[in-house]
């Protein structure tokens, strides 16, 4: 039996961060429960009507987000408030598949195009890998707006 995993990121601003993530992927914030979120609506605006109708704090409000696969497929991401700042390498990281079944120059100028995509939601790119046969079928590194590093691949 497979299981189903979560990812969690520790975050400054994990509505901010979510958001990335959510533009990344093409996933979606989901709404509070017990709230039917109508289509077009903004679930992270329904959100803030919720926390505020339930007493949460304002300084509270953004401890915690979440988006999830609208097809269902793929993990949940949460993120969470931390106090500290990133000090390291992270130790997972996210590869991204943005050239699947390219090859050569067209899988690499896919890649720049999606590293071009992402770096104006504000992502940063750390460097490109060539292609090295037949290991390696080339890949760009990025990291998110809080320095996680990810992968285009």
Not at 14 to 19: H, K
Not at 60 to 73: C, F, I, K, L
């Amino acid at each position: 039996m497979s299981r189903h995993i979560q990812v969690t990121f520790d975050a400054k601003d994990p509505r901010a961060l979510s958001s990335f993530w959510r533009d990344v992927l093409g996933y979606v914030h989901p709404g509070p429960p017990g709230v039917d979120v109508p289509e077009g609506a903004d679930p992270l605006a329904a959100w803030d009507d919720f926390l505020a109708r339930i007493g949460v704090p304002e300084e509270q409000r953004n401890t915690r987000s979440a988006v999830e696969d609208p097809e269902g497929q793929g993990p949940r991401l949460f993120f969470q408030q931390v106090p500290e700042d990133k000090a390291a390498k992270n130790r997972v990281h996210l590869d991204v598949r943005a050239a699947p079944g390219l090859e050569g120059e067209e899988r690499m100028a896919a890649l720049e195009a999606e590293c071009a995509r992402l770096v104006a939601l504000g992502a940063a790119r750390v460097r490109r890998d060539e292609p090295a046969p037949p290991l390696s079928t080339g890949y760009i590194v990025m990291t998110d707006p809080e320095g996680n590093e990810f992968c285009l691949d």
